[in-house]
């Protein structure tokens, strides 16, 4: 079975700084996705960024870049100039693509971002 | 384009008792999942539902069950309900997985906060 973990259960951030939160999973699996999600205090889980597994390429969405090391099998997300909206929890998340639509979720790390 | 609705928003129960959750999937979302997430953790897949057939389950006992209806929107039903199924329950919707598709979004509801006391 897939794990995720997340090592940092809080994170603080200056505002317009930048902030890397980690990810670690562990798969036999050569073929999958890597999300990270958003979850402000509305609860909902919001799409920050996903990776390919397949792509050596680094994916970057505005302001949101990963560091995606298969090898290592770490998957870190780094949030440059960091805003007050940033502020909520971040969750990686892992789906097979031989196994549905299953994502595996870490345990979140909670993000601050201060004025 | 219409999100993912779930219903209700808070609900409280007392042990033993039985419950059922509703969710309205996006439109044009032929898939649904079921996630648990208890306080200050991750969300658990609970199961998941694909033309109206469970493909996939979690770690879950059987007084968790499911349903699908032909307009894609789902329920989730909790039987004799214990303390430890306290939590927030979250309802995405989705396209089956496909090897080399660009839509792999999985559009999430805002939960049913479920206090058993």
């Known amino acids: 079975a897939q794990t995720v973990t997340q090592s940092q259960p809080e994170m603080s951030v200056q505002e317009a700084e930048t902030v890397t939160l980690s990810c670690t999973y562990d798969t036999s699996e050569s073929d999958y996705y890597l999300f990270w999600y958003k979850q402000p205090p509305s609860r909902q889980m919001i799409l920050v960024i996903r990776q390919e597994a397949y792509k050596q390429q680094n994916a970057t969405e505005n302001r949101f870049s990963v560091n995606f090391q298969k090898a290592a099998k770490s998957f870190s997300l780094k949030i440059s100039d960091s805003q007050l909206g940033d502020a909520a929890m971040y969750f990686c998340a892992y789906r097979s693509n031989n196994a549905g639509n299953m994502l595996t979720f870490g345990g979140g790390t909670r993000l601050m971002v201060k004025p | 384009e219409t999100g993912v609705t779930q219903s209700p928003t808070h609900l409280i129960k007392t042990r033993g008792q039985q419950v059922t959750l509703r969710c309205s999937s996006q439109?044009?979302?032929?898939?649904v999942s079921w996630y648990q997430q208890a306080l200050g953790q991750g969300p658990q897949f609970i199961f998941q539902?694909?033309?109206?057939?469970?493909?996939g389950r979690g770690n879950f006992p059987p007084r968790f069950s499911g349903l699908q209806f032909p307009n894609y929107s789902s329920e989730l039903n909790v039987n004799a309900l214990e303390l430890d199924d306290s939590a927030l329950y979250l309802c995405?919707?989705?396209?089956?997985?496909?090897?080399?598709?660009?839509?792999?979004?999985?559009?999430f509801g805002s939960g049913t906060r479920l206090t058993v006391v």
């Open positions: 539902y694909y033309r109206e057939e469970e493909n």
């Open positions: 995405a919707s989705s396209l089956p997985g496909v090897r080399g598709a660009t839509n792999y979004g999985y559009t």
């Open positions: 439109s044009g979302h032929n898939t």
